[in-house]
Structure formats: C-alpha cells, structure tokens
C-alpha cells in the first residue's frame, strides 16, 4: 500500500469559510489545469467536493452544470476549444484493477483532465502522481482542504495554486 506522506513539499491547508469560498478555490485550481491532470478528492458526503469541483470546471473554462457523478460514476465537461474536463466518482468501485478499468484512466488522462471524487476507495489503483485534496467538514459553513502534491508536476501546480488563493509567498 502506499503511504501518504503527512506533509510533502507545496502541501498546504486552506480554510473555506463558505461554498463561494471553496468555489473560489475550485476556480482557481481550474484555472491551472492542463491535460492529463489527476484530481484526486477525498473526503465524507457533505464535505463540499460537488462545490469545489463545480468551481474547478468554472475555472477550466466549461459552461456545463456539474452534478455529481454518484449514479452515473463519469461525467464530461466540455471546453469550447474541445478539451476535456472528466469528473468521476469511484464511490460504488473496489480498489480492484477489474473495478478500476471502468475507468480507463491512461485514455481519460491521454484526452483531457480527471477529477475524481471519493479517490481513497481506489488509491493502490491511481497513478502515484496526482494532486490530492483531503476535504473536511468543520461545521456549518466551514471546510478545511489540505492539498497535497505527489509527483513534480504536482509540486509546481500546488505551489502556483497556493500563491493564487493566498497572494505571493
């Protein structure tokens, strides 16, 4: 199995005080993303992950509605340009290779950006460099977001992500 580092370098811990606020972050982020990005969300029903990724795909540049993904395990964003924002949820797969080939990650990340909601389900199953976002409910209004990066090009997005949503460093 493999071990979350407890804080690798550019992780970092935001405290959104309101939907708006981790949309703001989810907007962001969005804006940073290229293809062949890997989103991976963690955290309980509740925890805002709809919310932040309503704002990732906002930020990427798609006009679609984002729902959550629960029944349908995938949808699709679209950019105007063509590009591809996948939103998927592993919420109802085993951490099993067989589960996780539903999927097909390398043709997903090949064509466009994957956000994936409920990622701790299928960790030993993604690929090691992605970037990792840990979501909590703190309280009513209240959400704490730790983001992690694993992997070089995870250590440069995180770390531009933190100078957009908390100014230069």
Not at 129 to 149: D, H, V
Request: glycine content about 8%.
């Amino acid at each position: 199995a493999k071990n979350m580092p407890i804080l690798s370098p550019n992780t970092f811990e935001f405290f959104s005080h309101s939907p708006e606020q981790t949309r703001r972050v989810g907007i962001r982020l969005g804006s940073l993303l290229k293809p062949g990005h890997i989103i991976c969300l963690e955290g309980d029903l509740g925890s805002g992950k709809t919310t932040l990724v309503q704002g990732i795909a906002q930020g990427w540049g798609s006009a679609d509605r984002v729902s959550s993904p629960t029944f349908v395990i995938m949808n699709d964003y679209r950019h105007p340009n063509g590009q591809h924002l996948y939103h998927a949820d592993a919420y109802r797969l085993s951490d099993s290779p067989e589960d996780v080939a539903i999927l097909d990650l390398p043709n997903l990340l090949a064509n466009g950006i994957l956000v994936l909601e409920w990622a701790e389900r299928i960790k030993s199953n993604l690929p090691e460099e992605n970037l990792w976002i840990q979501m909590r409910w703190i309280a009513e209004e209240r959400r704490n977001l730790t983001i992690i990066p694993q992997g070089e090009p995870y250590q440069e997005l995180a770390k531009n992500l933190k100078i957009l949503v908390f100014g230069a460093f």
